[in-house]
């Protein structure tokens, strides 16, 4: 079992930069997919990011592809989301999450992941 929390949300204008940490405590955290997703008011969670254990796939949505960076450091258990040029539309609650079951073709999707975190507010103002 692993429980996640999320930091480094916040406010910011559009065309700034943030890094969004998940620290992950358990055991075994280099074993887990990790994965970065987010919910708008209204709207339903969606896909941002995913990272295979190594670090050596990374799957992103379209929308953030180019402008966000996931990464992870096994050694201090914690998971990144580099967000640049952010956009009003990026304004969502962003959550982490683990997996050990998914595969390279269920990265994206969110009921394969197990654990989730509490999520952190992420505001882009235009």
């Known amino acids: 079992q692993v429980q996640l929390v999320e930091s480094g949300g916040g406010l910011v204008q559009a065309g700034g930069s943030l890094r969004l940490s998940c620290a992950a405590s358990g055991r075994s955290f280099s074993s887990y997919v990790m994965g970065w997703f987010r919910q708008a008011p209204g709207k339903e969670r969606e896909f941002v990011a995913a990272?295979?254990?190594?670090?050596?796939?990374?799957p992103y949505a379209n929308s953030v592809k180019g402008r966000f960076t996931i990464s992870r450091d096994n050694a201090k258990n914690t998971m990144y989301l580099q967000m640049n040029s952010l956009k009003p539309e990026d304004t969502a609650v962003y959550y982490c999450?683990?997996?050990?079951?998914?595969?390279?073709?269920?990265?994206?999707?969110?009921?394969?992941?197990?654990?989730w975190g509490q999520g952190t507010q992420v505001t882009v103002s235009s």
């Open positions: 990272i295979n254990w190594s670090g050596g796939y990374t």
């Open positions: 999450a683990a997996s050990t079951r998914t595969t390279a073709q269920t990265m994206g999707v969110s009921i394969a992941y197990d654990y």
